[in-house]
């Protein structure tokens, strides 16, 4: 007998728990719903309410710490600023293709066969002559009247 009152008080004991849960999760809902209707009355306009969301936003994008390669922290703004600046100047200065890729580009290159030889290269970048137009426009006025006549 008291096997089953401890069974059925576990149960009810669960039972209770999960309602527990179900009344926790409405109540978030209600507030996630609350804070949303807030922030659409007054979220963009210069309140109280406004500004203290940008300062919670801003104090989560500061960086307060900066470790160093070497293991050092830096915790005052100049520091850190300094050593920030250091490092986008190194990052920088460095090229963007080692020597090492570029030869091997210039290598790859060589080994590709030429599609187009340096005459062929010649002649489809030159201007084309006055000729060349004329031709070009008899050649557009027959097509038309060909077309024109089918």
């Known amino acids: 007998m008291a096997a089953n009152r401890t069974h059925t008080a576990s149960a009810e004991w669960s039972k209770l728990e999960a309602e527990v849960r179900e009344l926790d999760n ?19 306009a210069p309140s109280k309410f406004f500004f203290s969301i940008l300062k919670a936003r801003r104090t989560q994008e500061e960086i307060t710490t900066l470790v160093r390669d070497d293991g050092t922290r830096l915790e005052d703004n100049d520091n850190i600023l300094e050593e920030l600046k250091q490092y986008y100047q190194e ?8 020597e090492e890729d570029e030869e091997l580009r210039r290598h ?37 009247r060909r077309e024109s006549m089918a």
């Open 26 to 44: 409405i109540l978030a809902v209600k507030w996630r719903k609350l804070s949303r209707l807030r922030w659409i009355r007054e979220g963009d």
């Open 91 to 98: 990052l920088y200065r460095q090229p963007l293709v080692s």
């Open 108 to 144: 790859i290159l060589k080994l590709m066969h030429k599609r187009i030889s340096e005459a062929h290269n010649a002649y489809l970048i030159e201007e084309p002559n006055e000729e060349e137009i004329e031709k070009v426009i008899r050649n557009l006025k027959l097509r038309r």
